[in-house]
């Protein structure tokens, strides 16, 4: 059970470039998220998914795009690379019958865009 | 109002002391309120969570006190060990919400030996 897994680990970009970062989970969780992780920023949301062909925005959505087309895979698409999106993301995923939410984090992904 | 305020930034402890952390919401709707621990290269991990019908939760040497009226809940570090130096985060969150999270900015705690 390998849980939430991420690739690539680290990449860097040059403005403009595109890339897609990928999300799996063996968990068959329905529920799944990216975040950003800016220094001393916290978490912030930037899509989420509710089930396969479900997906809706969170609190930073420019900028990226996401598809869900299994249960498993959620991957999050970069289309024009900006500083700005230099970051570490996550991605997570949790079981709506989990009474306490919990969402379990894969190991992130670090982008510098150049 | 979706706010979550997580205070100190940064923090640190002597071996066996109790740190605390503290958060402090506006939205009364929020309903669950958990803490997450991340270590550094690492994504963070759900530590400990409550709802607000208790006041005081317990696991191991983690405790979160909750206060409903203040709008603040805490996360207290019993006989702290350099072991529980990490990143920890304080979210919230409501029902109907899809389960999303409102994070506070982190406290980076370091437990001195």
């Known amino acids: 059970n390998a849980g939430v897994t991420q690739t690539p680990k680290f990449r860097i970009l040059k403005i403009g470039q595109s890339m897609t970062l990928q999300c799996a989970q063996d968990m068959n969780h329905n529920y799944m998220y990216w975040y950003r992780q800016d220094p001393g920023m916290g978490l912030k949301l930037i899509y989420y998914s509710v089930g396969a062909g479900i997906t809706d925005k969170g609190e930073v959505p420019n900028g990226y795009n996401v598809s869900r087309s299994t249960t498993e895979d959620f991957p999050l698409r970069l289309e024009l690379a900006a500083p700005s999106q230099t970051s570490v993301y996550f991605c997570?995923?949790?079981?709506?019958?989990?009474?306490?939410?919990?969402?379990?984090f894969g190991p992130g992904t670090r982008l510098t865009v150049l | 109002q979706q706010q979550v305020k997580q205070s100190p930034q940064s923090l640190i402890v002597q071996k066996g002391g109790i740190p605390i952390i503290n958060c402090a919401y506006e939205n009364t709707a929020f309903d669950y309120f958990p803490w997450y621990q991340q270590f550094p290269g690492k994504g963070p991990a759900l530590l400990i969570a409550i709802r607000p019908d208790v006041s005081e939760k317990k696991e191991g040497r983690f405790t979160i006190s909750f206060n409903k009226s203040a709008k603040q809940f805490s996360l207290h570090i019993m006989d702290s060990q350099p072991g529980d130096s990490a990143t920890y985060f304080c979210a919230a969150s409501k029902t109907g919400s899809n389960y999303q999270l409102i994070w506070g900015a982190g406290t980076k705690l370091i437990i001195k030996p």
């Open positions: 997570a995923s949790s079981s709506h019958s989990s009474s306490y939410n919990e969402q379990f």
